[in-house]
């Protein structure tokens, strides 16, 4: 069997089929265009979920899953007002998308979804506790609990990036200020470069530019690294994971986010071995949130 998985991002749709091993057979992406609306975005999930159908019988498909921006609740499969997709409040995606293709749809949190692909396939396999963050658009968490990825009473659980950090620190999408998400996602970065240069930039542009040595941009990642590690050392704190693992867009920066964050661990006084998490780059890289979504419909099935 074959299941059809969607990232869907503040930035890009990821869509894509995978089968019982984990591995992604197909891919395609579209930019999400989210500005346009719910129903000029979900005309675009659909077209390449049916894409798929091109690749694969609908026959030898179990179900379709989808991985969100929250806040979300994915017991009832709504989508409640996501900062980085305006307009989506209260919208049953599942509900719609299962109208249309006839297949069992499932919805979770973006972050959730791609926790369970590296948990399942990839850098925290064989984990018991594991937290997976990942850092673009947005910042978001993934929490496996005692071998389990863990959603919370409506699906909120490890909403890392709207946990302040800053009290008046930068408005952040969700209202809130100074939250991990406006001092530390490429969504803060770009902010902060377009003060520095003047100019808009890209999270990747300001990296290379900090590669050469650039003050400015150098300041503006020491910035964002500085707060990512505090939220980490939080979350450490609170969960005590074996593994933490990053993923994301701005994960591809590497070593010089890596390093900051491992310094940030070390210095947690509270944690009794700090030394002893592992920080580790997702394994799956960005296909991490399509094989997690994808991964939706077999975990429902295993846990019938």
């Known amino acids: 069997m074959y299941s059809i998985g969607v990232d869907v991002g503040g930035t890009k749709i990821c869509t894509g089929i995978m089968d019982e091993t984990g591995t992604l057979m197909q891919s395609i992406e579209v930019p999400t265009l989210g500005v346009e609306g719910p129903e000029s975005v979900i005309r675009r999930i659909k077209d390449t979920i049916l894409a798929m159908f091109q690749h694969v019988s609908r026959d030898d498909v179990l179900g379709i899953g989808i991985g969100a921006p929250g806040p979300l609740n994915p017991h009832t499969g709504t989508i409640l007002g ?34 369970v692909a ?28 005692d071998g389990r990825v863990r959603q919370g009473a409506t699906g909120s659980f490890g909403e890392i990036g709207h946990t302040i950090i800053q009290p008046d620190g930068p408005l952040c999408t969700c209202g809130n200020r100074g939250c991990l998400e406006a001092l530390a996602s490429g969504t803060a970065i770009q902010r902060n470069a377009r003060e520095a240069f003047g100019r808009d930039m890209t999270a990747k542009e300001v990296a290379a530019l900090a590669a050469t040595g650039e003050a400015r941009a150098q300041s503006i990642l020491d910035a ?11 979350l450490v704190n609170l969960f005590d994971p074996e593994v933490i693992v990053i993923g994301g867009g701005l994960s591809q920066i590497g070593e010089p986010m890596f390093r900051s964050l491992r310094e940030a661990l070390a210095a947690n006084r509270f944690h009794p071995t700090p030394t002893k998490i592992r920080l580790c780059a997702a394994q799956l890289g960005t296909k991490a949130g399509v094989i997690g979504a994808a991964s939706l419909p077999f975990v429902h099935q295993s846990q019938r």
């Open 118 to 145: 590296e948990h399942r396939y990839g850098a925290g396999a064989g984990a018991k506790n594991m937290v997976y963050v990942t850092v673009s658009t947005g910042i978001g968490a993934g929490l496996v609990v």
């Open 224 to 234: 964002a690294f500085r707060y990512l590690g505090i939220g980490l050392v939080n």
């Open 82 to 115: 996501p900062p980085n997709l305006p307009g989506w409040d209260g919208i049953r995606l599942p509900e719609i998308i299962q109208n249309d293709v006839s297949l069992p749809v499932y919805l979770d949190n973006d972050a959730n979804a791609a926790a």
